[in-house]
């Protein structure tokens, strides 16, 4: 998935894992895929799985239910691809930090600007843990048991 641009801070962020609310690691900033993403897709592969099922020679109940039966598939398809090819289309849902009239602020806006000028993507900042090894678990287990 392409990274998408915070609203908030107009840093790159990861775009993984946005199918509901993030928030921006870098300005906090509350942001999730527009409905309108979402609609069109639907409706556009609606459209299209009645033009298949009409074309294929169904009418009537046989028509609704191909229809039905290739909505899901097709809506599916097109979301992958479309998230594949372009960026996603975001809305701020709670604002993040802003710049005051610090020193500080002004020194980690210039750093933003320093990383919109270099294109970079912020990634998450959860810590991952490695798994323990085996050899550390069999040195604390108690001997002779």
Do not use: Q
């Not at 921006?24 to 639907?42: D, E, L």
Request: charged share 20%; glycine share 8%.
């Amino acid at each position: 998935m392409k990274p998408v641009c915070c609203p908030g801070c107009r840093l790159m962020v990861d775009g993984r894992h946005l199918w509901d609310y993030r928030s921006c690691p870098a300005c906090g900033a509350g942001f999730t895929i527009r409905r309108h993403f979402i609609v069109t897709n639907s409706v556009l592969a609606l459209v299209i799985s009645v033009g298949v099922a009409y074309a294929v020679g169904n009418r009537d109940e046989a028509l609704v239910s191909l229809t039905l039966l290739l909505w899901f598939p097709l809506l599916w398809g097109m979301v992958l691809v479309s998230l594949w090819l372009f960026p996603i289309d975001v809305t701020m849902v709670r604002p993040g930090w802003t710049p005051g009239d610090s020193d500080a602020d002004r020194e980690l806006e210039s750093l933003f600007a320093s990383l919109r000028e270099r294109g970079a993507v912020v990634g998450s900042t959860t810590p991952e843990f490695p798994a323990p090894e085996a050899d550390t678990l069999a040195d604390d287990s108690p001997s002779g048991l």
